[in-house]
């Protein structure tokens, strides 16, 4: 049980994001949500994530490419429930090219959101949880942190490089109450991955269904979607008591994607 506690998710208006911020609101944290959308469904979801659970529900539109914005929310979050005592660097975004033809704008982006926001929130967040000396931070990163595709430049360095921060801030608070950990996901069925099935279909003039199917057999044994609940569940673990030895770890969850 986790009441008491605040749970900052970046990037759960949509996707995983919303997934693990559902199941931390469901272990009684009080949740800030953060991501972009439209300012009336993040309204009615904020209000019903907090009646369902009967947790506080607070949320800040900080973009992640922007280091100032994520003061600003980390400042809100201090303000509003307390501080950040469960960090999770969720928001992220995706683009496909290779490299000769990957536009520079979207490398930096995808630096920015997927790697750099991580470590300008965690800086931000460890002195107050030092300050309880509980704290956890949880990296989505993904098996892209640990094996690469082609066509995913930025994505794969972005990845591997928030497992090499994940290491190092487990490092820095090993004798803690403090843990840092990444978790790796294969696909996911959200808008970031729909996306793929939509090329794909296009490319290959197939069904949403078969593109699915082939999407998957590229890379995931299993031939199933992880789902955001069940991610939920993994990152749940992570912030309880039982994982306080958990540290540094990069965990993978993906139907056996980086066993092959
Ligand atoms: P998604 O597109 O469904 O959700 C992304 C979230 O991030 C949204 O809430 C969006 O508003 C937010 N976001 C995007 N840019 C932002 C910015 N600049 N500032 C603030 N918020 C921003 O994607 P998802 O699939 O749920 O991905 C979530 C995380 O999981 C990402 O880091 C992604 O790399 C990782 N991941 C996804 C998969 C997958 O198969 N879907 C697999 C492995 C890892």
Redo the contacts with the bound molecule.
Sequence with gaps: NLSGKTALV??????????IARRFAAEGANVVL????DAGAIDTLQADLAKEFGVQVVYH??????PAEIEAMIKFADDKLGGVDILV??????FVANIEDFPIEKWD?II???LS?AFHTSRLALPGMRKKNWGRIIN?????GLVASAGKAA?VAA?HGLLGLTKVGALETATTGITVNAI??????????QKQVDDRAAKDGISNDEAKKALLSDKQPSGE??T?EELGALAVFLASDAARQVRGAAWNMDGGWVAQ
């Design positions: 970046t990037g759960s208006t949509s996707g995983i994001g919303l997934g953060n991501g972009f959308g539109n900080a973009d992640m490419s922007k660097n969720n928001a992220g975004i995706q982006a920015a959101i997927n926001s989505l990163a993904s098996t892209h994505y990845k790796c996901p294969g696909f996911v069925l959200t808008p970031l991955v979607f992880v955001p």
